[in-house]
């Protein structure tokens, strides 16, 4: 999109979100704050709208996403999180009886924020396991050992300085001349 810095984190965000709704494998991208999770999760939605809607060829071949939001806060109940995903799981049997080409995906923004003494996010487990849905969170913090092994975590570190000087640019606007 015009004005955002495609930077390698970036693009390995984009493809692992593409691939875990594709294939419905949970996962879970963690890094600091202004890593581009929660962004590149939004220019997937952009880009993945279906044969119909899509501008991409590479696109068009894809399922479109339905996404179902969960913002992960300290007054996050597991009731809510549950309810989010029965209304996706519901959703996705309605475009599966259809023959729709459609994924739905919840997608759990600031995933670490939840209270971790009330285990919270422990309603996950039986979503993560049985898959009926596509799920992508970010995080700045990694999950328990219980919920980060059924799912892909990619753990982000400090962005390089190329990465910055990629950011800088895009921020100005400019385009950064490759040499």
């Known amino acids: 999109p015009q004005g955002v810095a495609i930077n390698q984190a970036v693009r390995e965000h984009i493809f ?3 691939v875990s709704i594709v294939t419905r494998t949970p996962l ?4 600091v704050p202004g890593q581009s999770k929660t962004l590149s999760f ?4 952009q880009n993945l709208q279906g044969s119909q809607l899509s501008v991409k060829s590479f696109c068009k071949r894809l399922p479109a996403v339905d996404p179902f939001f969960c913002l ?3 007054y996050s109940r597991s009731e809510d999180i549950a309810s989010v995903f ?3 799981i519901k959703r996705e049997q309605q475009y599966e009886q259809n023959r729709m080409n459609t994924r739905c995906v919840v997608f759990l923004d600031e995933a670490s924020l939840p209270d971790e003494k009330k285990m919270i996010l422990k309603v996950l487990h039986p979503y993560l396991d049985d898959c009926k849905v596509a799920f992508v969170a970010v995080a700045n913090k990694a999950f328990d050992a219980a919920n980060a092994n059924r799912m892909i975590c990619i753990y982000r570190s400090l962005p390089s300085k190329e ?3 990629i950011l800088a640019y895009g921020c100005l606007g400019l385009q950064l001349q490759q040499r």
Request: hydrophobic share 40%; proline share 0%; aromatic share 0%.
């Open 86 to 88: 029965e209304r996706a």
């Open 16 to 18: 692992s979100i593409v």
């Open 28 to 31: 879970c991208i963690i890094g």
């Open 163 to 165: 990465d910055q000087k």
């Open 42 to 45: 939004q220019i997937v939605l």
């Open 72 to 74: 992960g806060s300290k």
